[in-house]
């Protein structure tokens, strides 16, 4: 199934770049890309294939890892005098604000925005918000009470049974801390209510999954696709959008100042900012940043996504703060 | 008559091996360090204390390395406690199937600790088939006992029990039957003999295994990041990868620093065992014949029935929890004949080029890892052991340090060396699989040089000189003499290294790129993805593959020396 | 042209003075037998010969070239000598013909010129038939006769042999003996042999050097060893002398003269220099001491210990005179003298052992 929805956006990828015809091929960028990437594998693979087909003169190199192990990556080349990196794809907009502060990405006032709202990319036009990454209530088909908030968790029936991210760990996570408690009606309590219940904070989203999927834990927060998909595989899993809202990430793309192909690294922002790249990012579960163009399968039709905003900005200042007390309170 | 008199040629040969090997040895060793402690001594290229001030006040720092002596001291207790018991039992006794028994005790080693740990979870936690069968398994919402210090110890200690097997069973090998017919034919039972006869005469090998576990439990990342972060039990590797991702300024240097307090706690464990090797003779005459077992009489079926027992909750119940996590459909599918599906195998095997590649990538690598780490540590563990000197202890010391650093921070000083070309020849590195493979070279040196040392401890020495009496160079008295006589300890170190860098993940994650990946980077990739059946079905396919492997090296053992292979007796 | 010279070598270890200036000459062809108790720096010495350590001072030759100086130092490989092992020192890697034939290999000598020499070597030592062994399933002398073959096929022109009978068996000793000294007469190899055996010495070498301390005392014939030490070490090492306290009264031309042992005046053989002195010291053997009656001349001494040795008592006494001189003297069984009792010994010869020279003091200073 997913590889019909892969030729059938192939399809339409090549149709769009046959009907943009000259235009786009006069001024075709060509060259070398190389792309660093926290996607999952498989993600990264069709978002290069697709900007491939739409820019065929541009060779794209993709280094795929963890965000810590990219921001390892970029931290390490920057010391040792420059990255290597065109652009970047990113988990969470928490450590583009880091690079962006330390002078490292390129503005590109040209990109097209029309249609995307205004907090999904930065002001200054440095990182574009490529999709709605939203964290909600993961929930094993076989645990007996459904929670409908990120309140009932810390509800004594939950005692025990939940599993999170750690923000320690994952950028996401930090933003998700940053988001829920710089918020009146959850803050700080909630997290030291659950930490009362005794939630464990693991190492990654993946690792949510694998517990809450497995039976070991009955809870978990996690992100919104990861169940989804799980779920459409087989997997006893449900998914809840808690009544308060979901914090969100927006898997931003930016490009290093120090590129030294700005003209295709252009063409990838252009690219994931396009219809064509949203509609694929649609295709491969997400909800993209540009409502327009759709919403994935899993996402029951009418559903109303209640994100909770995110002052970028504002949670990036707190986060060594954030994580500080988070450290302390979860023993970390 | 004496052509040639002043020997030059031997000189040359002597100097030339020793100098290049040290050259080679800082290349691996001292250069990715010395670059790393420049980044955190000064940062910017000026001289500044400020990072070492702020890690080192910080009392985050002060748990962790607590925390990092804790679970390292107790892993390298108990996978001492396990490998020596089994490595004296399967070497010395006469229990049966004794063969197969080594193979499976050794092949846990090439199954990722993170999967070993993550069946183990699965085992003890409320999902548990196995003690769901015999209505033992805990409550919903308990807490899984293996998220603390002691689950970190416990899995640690299995992980690297193999590790100090291979080194000492390499060792029991060359234990002559005279040595052991002494002490009994003197009025000694079998514990005594153990106790003061064998245990004594294989205190290299030993030693040798305790500072491989040692630092293995200081450095390791995987299973600290798997148990420890959900039980909040913060470790120096756990510890560098939160600062990696707190994304603040400075973090390369904060990095530097916490990585130098490992290097150092490596340096004293080192120091340690060589004040416990100092000043005895270890040396035995091999002339005479291997060791008669023990008979154990009415105790060898409970005995077998122990090990066996051990293999299947180490080797079988996490091999088994691996295939069958990779015959779902999604993780958490019930398994039945209608679910039951071999598409992950399909995925993996022809619906993923990289899968594909990384298998060979991964193999190519390791495996050249362990030949040249073997070619490497013969000739050094030479000079190392019999031509003592200030320099090489300094070397045998700074070889510890890239294994007791986590992979991400190797990974990170060779990017550091190589991103720009290499001055004079302008070639470069960066992302091509050579950079992993120095990383590899650097970071598994010491995997081959300690058991290499230890067989060099047990060699009687009047066996090159005889050699050289007879008019043989350094060169050929290496490659005639002394690598047959080593030939069990090397294969021993080159099949941990082999066994280690197959599934090595940390150094990989930072450093692969397209073309260049790895198994571990495939695997990481599939799990951070929420794709675990895939990762199963990779994981349990690389253990098939290695294990053809390991088995096919039986086709050939009749032609290599006695006791190299230690599944062959 | 397998001269050995030995010049004043010295060698240490941090404090400890292991060869102090040690100087050697062996002839060619000559059998010389390096004899000493255990630590008394023969098996440096035999190091340093070979090459596998380094000297402080001091130099080494073979033949005409130096191959050991201060500055200058020809490794083991290129000295082109033999050296058969305390261990044997056999590879058990390889067969008893891989062994044997290493040697050549090394030199470049290929079959069959190698595989000819190498039956020969084998078939020399009574080992046909076992080249395809291995060294761990051959007995103790087997693989002594391996470790000399492999040893004697390069020809080498300096055969070093460092205690090479001390693991085996009595038995097997004597025939390796008459194996050894077959082999030199056969060969004319010159033959350095470090051994602790003074029987075995005796019976296999031209001369003899023996060592002490670091320091040479003595090289000599063992015949002039043992009648003539010139040292009291030697003399109390060498076939169980007794060294006593004499006073040399006068001095015959002939090489004899009158030594007073606690007022027993005795002819004694002495050095054609000696001069008279109160000071000296005699070599009495077992074999000079006879017993005799009460009334005859001789001194009285008082029985310790009555051990029978098969054959014969061995007695030791002290001497009523000073009871801290002890003497042994062997009487033929039956023997009815047992410890306590009180005999008069007569002493038929003896060696008074030359006054050492000022040099030789200062070295013992050291």
Known sequence: MRSATRRHFIFIAGLAALLAGGGVTAQAPTGKLVLYTSQPERDAAQTVNAFKKT???????????????????????????????????????????????????????????????????????????????????????????????????????????????????SGAAAIMLGTMTSRADLGWRYFEKLKAADTVAVRGNGAVLTAVANGEKSYGILVDFMAFNAKAKGSPIDFVFPAEGSPAVTEPVAILKSTQNAAAARAFVDFILSDDGQKLAVSMGYIPAKAAVGMPSWLPPGTRINVMPTDIVKVSEANSANLKRFAELFGN | ???????????????????????????????????????????????????????????????????????????????????????????????????????????????????????????????????????????????????????????????????????????????????????????????????????????????????????????????????????????????????????????????????????????????????????????????????????????????????????????????????????????????????????????????????????????????????????????????????RSRLLHFVNLVIEMPYALPGVVLAIAAILLFLKPLPLVGLSLYNTVWIILFCYLARFLVLGLRPVISGYYQIDRTLEEASQIAGARLLRRLVTIILPLVAPAATAGALLIFLTAFNELTVSALLWSSGAETLGVIFFSFQQGGDSTYAAALGALTVVVTTALMLSTLLMASRLPPGVLPWRD | MARLTIERVSKSFGAFRALDEVSLEVADGEFMAILGASGCGKTTLLRQIAGFDKLDSGRILIGDATVSALHQHVPPERRRIGIVFQSYALWPHMTVAENVAYGLTVAGVRDPERSRRVAAALTLVELDGFAERRPALLSGGQRQRVALARCLVTEPSLVLLDEPLANLDVNLRASMEDEFARFHARTGTTMIYITHDQAEAMALADRIAVMDKGRLLQVATPSQLYREPTDETVAGFIGEGMVLPVEVRAVDGDGTCRADLCGHVVRMRCAPSQKPTRKARACLRASDLTIVPPASAGVDARIDHAIYQGGHFRLEAHLEAAPQMRVHLDVPEPSALRPGQSIRLHVGDGWVIPAAVEGSREARAV
């Open chain 1, 55 to 169: 820019y065929p003169g541009v060779e794209v190199e993709v280094f795929r890892s963890g965000t810590t192990e990219v921001m390892g990556k970029l931290a390490a080349e920057f010391a040792g005098g420059a990255s290597k990196a065109d652009v970047l794809l990113l988990a969470d907009a928490a450590s583009m604000e880091s690079l962006k502060k330390a002078g490292r990405l390129l503005a590109y006032p040209g990109a097209k925005l029309a249609g995307f709202e205004a907090g999904s990319f930065d002001p200054d036009k440095t990182y574009f918000g490529s999709k709605l990454i939203t964290t909600g209530i993961a929930v094993n088909s076989s645990a007996k009470v459904r929670p409908v908030s990120f309140a009932d968790l810390a509800k004594t029936e939950y005692k025990g049974q939940m599993a999170m991210p750690s923000p320690l760990y």
């Open chain 2, 1 to 387: 008559m004496m052509p040639e008199a002043t020997g030059w040629r031997e000189r040359f040969e002597d100097y030339g091996l020793l100098w290049g090997l040290l050259l080679v040895v800082c290349i691996l060793s001292v250069l990715p360090l010395a670059r790393l402690l420049l980044e955190g001594i000064a940062p910017q290229g000026e001289l500044s204390a400020e990072a070492a001030t702020r890690v080192l006040s910080e009392a985050t720092t002060w748990s962790a390395t607590r925390h990092s002596l804790v679970t390292a001291l107790g892993g390298t207790i108990l996978s001492v406690a396990i490998g020596c018991v089994v490595a004296l039992v399967v070497s010395l006794t006469d229990i049966r199937a004794r063969n197969a028994f080594v193979f499976c005790f050794v092949l846990p080693m090439m199954i990722a600790p993170q999967v070993v740990a993550l069946a183990w979870l699965q085992l003890f936690g409320p999902a548990s088939p196995l003690l769901k069968a015999i209505g033992m398994a805990p409550a919903m919402g308990s807490r899984n006992p293996l998220y603390s210090p002691q689950g970190i110890i416990l899995v640690l200690g299995v992980q690297y029990a193999p590790l100090v097997f291979l080194t000492l069973r390499a060792g029991l090998r060359t234990l002559p039957r005279a040595l052991l017919e002494a002490g009994l034919a003197g009025g000694a039972g079998p514990f005594t003999v153990l106790r003061t006869i064998v245990l004594p005469l294989m205190t290299p090998p030993l030693v040798a295994g305790i500072a491989l576990s040692f630092v293995s439990c200081l450095g390791n990342f995987g299973i600290p990041a798997l148990l420890g972060i959900p039980g909040n039990y913060l470790v120096l590797p756990t510890l560098i990868y939160q600062r990696l991702a707190g994304l603040g300024p400075g973090v390369l240097a904060d990095v530097s620093v916490l990585s130098m307090l490992i290097g150092f706690i490596a340096v004293v464990g080192i120091l340690l065992q060589d004040l416990m090797l100092s000043r005895r003779d270890f040396r035995i005459s091999t002339t005479s014949s291997v060791a008669r077992p023990f008979e154990l009489h009415r105790w060898r079926a409970p005995v077998e029935a122990g090990l066996w027992t051990w293999s299947i909750l180490v080797l079988a119940l996490p091999l088994l929890a691996l295939i069958l996590a990779s015959v779902v459909p999604a993780v958490g599918v019930p398994l039945t004949l209608k679910t039951a599906t071999l598409a992950n195998y399909d995925f993996v095997m022809f619906g993923h080029d990289a899968a594909r590649r990384a298998l060979f990538n991964s193999f190519g690598m390791s495996a050249t890892a362990a030949v040249a780490i073997v070619a490497i540590t013969v000739p050094l563990a030479y000079f190392v052991v019999w031509r």
